[in-house]
């Protein structure tokens, strides 16, 4: 299947055509500008035909008066294209970093699984850059460089038609030339975005796993992988560069063929056989530099573009994923939730014809504490991300207070969802905001309540800052079971009625767990709550224990009950015992 491109016209239609009476404004401002630069090369035929060889000193006046005037009005319009197209390039690009990083928070966790967040801050920041191209500078070059390229042409066929005809014929090798280079260029620039987001993506990862990478002494390998990496950016680069030096070249000899070779030629013939003028052969040189240069310009508008377009590929690419959910099928708000939930004979897998979960069918009521045991890889993190919504079922459906999840608005239930997860992520910045993440707006009191409640306390009270303490990247700053509490008064303040606990205790020494268990009983009461542990001594007074082995439900019932049957629950809590 071929790659669908962003084309011109298509750009034209989204970005530019939007905001047409700006654009509008930019053009008039174009015109008057690129009018204005042709007067000084005009009024050479005035100084060298008339005024020099008349020696009127009042017309040199009213001439210079002029041209110094039309400079102004240059200089003017400059500044105002800056304000009025530059900025509102510069305002597009913000917005656009914003819808797609809107758009990448909508797709699905198997999107984030499956791709790297380096390569992803590269794509949200850097793909639409170019956009700049085409609504700000480069349009201001393409549009300026096109009116005084026609303008000169019109000029200069009215001074000498046949030596304007002459200087077309290297020009129109140049155009050819030109447009075969974009040809080549454009994947390259597609290609070189890839890479780039590649390369950006490993080096996050390493910098984000340098204790690892230090512990195992793995500096030179990791460096290894980022020189290979960087190399195949060289390498891109270079074809990229050879294209553009190629035209480039080529631009110096044809355009100097075109303004040495005619004029100093042609030109000279026709002064020495009185067929130009002084005058006109000057106003024809600034005329005929004044279309080259832009011409020369627009080549490298060209290459921007063919960039910028190459970027924007890449992001319509991404804005055409699917989302998370399609609200139209989603159309069950939940106002409130009490909290029943009921898997029915649920089957999911993570790559097609290879299940991980089969036939799962349970019920767990409001308010009551489902805790899933087994060993590692049995299932147990995938029915609890299905429980969150994370993933969805391949058959089967789940039931929230009886509505198919499948029916029901993400936000309305997501809202009422509170998750601690093993491997906690905690934002760099304070403690306090940390905890106020899932409610910015909540209350001195509330926020107190889930401190203590967590017995986040127990250790902030010690810090000099206390809750102001800032944490480092990913709360490197602190302990794992600091972290962990923190994580968990972040769940408390949320209020949630669906509670998520994925290995909730794992990271505790005993005197934090102990504490945390007691605030985890807080935290359950009255809520739903899945609760995956591997110290099954955490899960005793669970309402329901199910033993997950294979991706099927092995064993059901309370912890007392599950003792008394003397099966895989039973080997599990007394091995455990032991040890």
């Not at 391949?394 to 239930?413: P, R, W």
């Amino acid at each position: 299947m071929a790659e669908k491109k962003v084309s011109i016209l298509s750009a034209f239609k989204t970005i530019i055509w939007p905001r047409r009476n700006l654009v509008f404004i930019g053009l008039l401002l174009i015109v008057i500008s690129k009018a204005a630069s042709f007067v000084a090369p005009m009024s050479l035929k005035y100084l060298m035909d008339d005024i020099v060889p008349n020696e009127n000193i009042s017309f040199l006046k009213t001439l210079v008066g002029i041209v110094v005037i039309a400079f102004l009005v240059q200089a003017i319009t400059s500044f105002l294209l800056t304000k009025v197209l530059s900025i509102q390039a510069q305002y597009l690009i913000s917005e656009l970093r914003a819808q797609v990083q809107k758009k990448v928070l909508s797709l699905p966790i198997s999107f984030f699984d499956n791709t790297k967040s380096g390569s992803l801050v590269s794509r949200i920041m850097s793909d639409v850059e170019g956009v700049r191209n085409l609504i700000g500078t480069g349009l201001v070059q393409l549009v300026g460089g096109t009116i005084t390229a026609i303008v000169s042409i019109i000029l200069l066929v009215k001074i000498s038609p046949e030596m304007t005809l002459m200087a077309f014929i290297p020009l129109i090798l140049f155009a050819v030339i030109s447009l075969k280079a974009f040809k080549i260029i454009r994947p390259v620039f597609r290609e070189r975005g890839k890479i780039n987001a590649e390369v950006k993506g490993r080096l996050t990862e390493t910098l984000g796993g340098v204790r690892v990478i230090k512990g195992f002494n793995a500096e030179d390998q990791e460096s290894k992988v980022f020189e290979e990496g960087v190399d195949r950016l060289y390498q891109n680069v270079k074809k990229s560069l050879t294209a553009t030096a190629f035209m480039t070249s080529s631009s110096i000899f044809l355009l100097g063929l075109a303004t040495t070779g005619i004029m100093m030629g042609y030109g000279g013939y026709l002064l020495i056989i009185k067929e130009l003028t002084t005058g006109e052969y000057f106003e024809f040189t600034f005329l005929l530099a004044l279309m080259v240069a832009p011409i020369v310009q627009m080549s490298n508008v060209g290459s921007q573009l063919t960039e910028a377009l190459a970027g924007l590929d890449r992001t319509e690419e991404l804005m055409n994923m699917t989302p998370e959910a399609d609200e139209k099928d989603r159309t069950i708000v939940l106002d409130t939730i009490k909290g029943d939930m009921a898997f029915n004979n649920v089957s999911f897998a993570y790559e097609e014809d290879k299940e991980v979960l089969h036939n799962i069918d349970f019920e767990v009521k409001s308010g009551s504490v489902v805790a899933l045991v087994g060993s590692s890889g049995s299932g147990k993190s995938t029915i609890a991300g299905l429980a969150a919504t994370f993933l969805n079922p391949q058959s089967g459906n789940i039931t929230i207070d009886g509505q198919d999840m499948s029916k029901v608005n993400l936000n309305s239930f997501r809202k009422n969802l509170g998750v601690v997860l093993q491997d906690e992520f905690l934002f760099e910045g304070t403690i306090r905001a940390n905890i106020l993440f899932p409610r910015p707006d909540a209350s001195e009191e509330e926020l107190q309540r889930a401190v203590n409640a967590a017995y986040v306390n127990e250790f902030t009270d010690r810090f000099e800052k206390g809750l102001e303490t800032l944490i480092g990247e990913r709360g490197v700053k602190l302990s794992g079971g600091q972290r962990q509490r923190i994580a968990i008064a972040r769940a408390i303040l949320a209020d949630p009625k669906i509670l998520i606990l994925d290995e909730a205790t794992s990271n505790l020494d005993t005197e934090s767990e102990t504490l945390i268990q007691k605030s985890l009983a807080t935290l359950t009461e009255g809520r739903t709550t899945f609760v995956i542990a591997h110290r099954l001594s955490t899960i005793r007074k669970a309402d329901q224990i199910l033993v997950i082995e294979n991706g099927r439900i092995a064993e059901q019932g309370t912890h007392d009950d599950l003792i008394a049957k003397e099966g895989r629950y039973y080997n599990l809590f007394t091995y455990q015992a032991r040890i």
